[in-house]
């Protein structure tokens, strides 16, 4: 079992930053890529960001060049930098772990970008 939990969510004015935080417990060693989703209101949840143990990183084609993904060499952290934030990044922010044989869900943090 994987446990994640998120922090850094708040209010924030549009062009603003904020940074999300996600720490991970349990059977870490067997986790080899981590990332963010999100879901705004009335939408399915999408992929925002991912980073493999290789360091290989991915991005929504909307968030590339604003946010950055970085994770911890024990991989039990990854961040997410979000920068020039934009009303339509309003959503509840999720971290995700995948072992060989399963994803894991923390229980989501909020962005609210407006003014």
């Known amino acids: 079992q994987v446990q994640l939990v998120e922090s850094g969510g708040g209010l924030v004015q549009p062009g603003g930053s904020l940074r999300l935080s996600c720490t991970a417990a349990g059977r870490i060693f067997s986790i080899y890529n981590m990332g963010w989703y999100r879901q705004a209101p009335g939408k399915q949840r999408e992929f925002v960001a991912s980073?493999?143990?290789?360091?290989?990183?991915n991005y929504l084609d909307s968030v590339r060049g604003r946010f950055t993904i970085s994770g911890s060499n024990a991989k039990n952290m990854v961040y997410l930098q979000m920068n020039s934030l934009k009303p339509e990044d309003t959503a509840v922010y999720y971290c995700h772990a995948a072992v060989p044989t399963k994803r894991y869900w923390g229980q989501g943090t909020q962005v609210t970008v407006s003014s």
């Open positions: 980073i493999t143990t290789g360091n290989s990183t």
